[in-house]
């Protein structure tokens, strides 16, 4: 059978770019499925993009035919400043880092992952406490921030980087705002080059290479080398050839696990601790199911798996609010998906907001309903219906960690303090690199008596 065209959203075919997805790239799609079916394409000005939420397009492109597929231009300019890390390279290159790297994320890792997430943590809340107060109201987004940007710091290195952590996370995150706008709006980079903008991140470059590789010089030397994250880098070695990795593959790695680990997580805390200020029935429930299982004490390793109903909140929050929004592949090659023609150069991306929000796998998708994932309840659905942490090869390789992270930080949270939202604030998810809230959440935090 000839292969067809992929549709044309309701009402766009004639359009340089769709009104109703400027307006609200989030909304578009979830409005678009019941009308254009879950895979169609617009126009974005010179070009078109292929939008899905489809189970068997996304299996075709993630799993099955994967190596027809490379990531697109937000990877290309992302690469100018993390270079060839694990989210940004390719092919062969990828393969052997993934392979090397993968064990420092084992599941036999994590105990003393936990133990470093831990110690930072309760730090980070004695500091809340400080501050928390009837009178103040706090930007939650940026405590989150703060906080999970620092756990990984120091997962990484063994030091929160007291002098340079604001030079270093502002590089990120004009990193990720040059990335993402250089995505969307090409013809500027001559802007940004005559303005200064680009000068600025390369300078907040050559400062953070400056550190890291003196960093990883030391490391080389270390008689006694501390069990954190670069120490395994340091330490991988290739299956075949036996060789380890150079001083900028170590410098790639690390900014790169730096840059993917803590604004995920920080968005997820953030929506989750939103999501509970605005269901008390639910904040109860969780409040009490700490409460029994710990009597007060903080969380051990061996509690994780039983405050299962904390688990169900984080999943059902990053249902909703999925850090990872929407992602994407371009084709190296003609391809077919379900008799769909997909012509070599074709951007595919998947809407995980719109998948998670598909009424065919999500009944009253809009509700907030951790019994969703309850126990056994994942049997009732197919299992690419959830993907906060994508699929197939290139899967996120700090799921684990994320999950521990933040259920751990969630559970200290409320132990301490009690939540209420400033009220007549306007919360409006942004869909940058990560989905985040536009303007930040603004928080009342008091202590709880202890
Ligand atoms: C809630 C938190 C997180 C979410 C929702 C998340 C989501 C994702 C997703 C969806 C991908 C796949 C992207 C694609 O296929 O194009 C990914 C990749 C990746 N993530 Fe995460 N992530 C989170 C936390 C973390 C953490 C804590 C780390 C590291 C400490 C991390 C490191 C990475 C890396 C290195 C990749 C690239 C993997 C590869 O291509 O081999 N992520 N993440």
Known sequence: MPLKAVPFSQGSRFQLIPREFIRDPLGFVVRQVPRSGDLFQIRLLHRT???????????????????????????????????????????DLWRRQRQMIQPAFYKNQLPGLFEIMSQTALGFCTDLRQRAGDETSLDITREMMQVTADIVLHALFSTTMEKDREEIYQYVMDVQDYSMYMTTHPWMAPVWRLNGRRRKIEARKAYFDEWIFRIIAERRQATKRPDDLLTMLVEAQDAES??????????????????????????????????????????????????????????????????????QVMEESMRLFPPAHAFGRIAMADDAIMGYRIPKGSSVFFSVYGLHRNPDYWPDPERFDPNRFAPGKEKERPKLAY???????????????????????????????SFELVPGQQIVPQPLVTLKPRDGILMKVKNKKS
């Open 242 to 311: 036996g060789a380890g990795m150079s001083d900028q593959q170590l410098r790639d790695e690390a900014i790169t696990l730096f840059a993917a680990g803590h604004e995920t997580s920080a968005n997820a805390l953030s929506w989750t601790l939103m999501l509970l200020t605005q269901h008390p029935d639910i904040m109860q429930k969780l409040v009490a199911e700490i409460a029994t299982v710990l009597e007060g004490r903080p969380p051990a390793w061996e509690d994780l798996p039983r405050l299962s109903y904390t688990r």
């Open 387 to 417: 993907m906060p942490f994508g699929a197939g090869p290139r899967m996120c390789i700090g799921n684990h960690f994320a999950l521990v992270e933040i259920q751990l930080l969630l559970v200290l949270l409320l132990q301490r303090f």
């Open 49 to 91: 993009i292929l939008l899905t939420t489809n189970l068997e397009a996304i299996r075709h492109v993630l799993q099955v035919n994967h190596r027809n597929y490379r990531k697109g231009p937000l990877f290309r300019h992302l690469s100018l400043f993390l270079g060839q890390g694990l989210l940004t390279s390719e092919g």
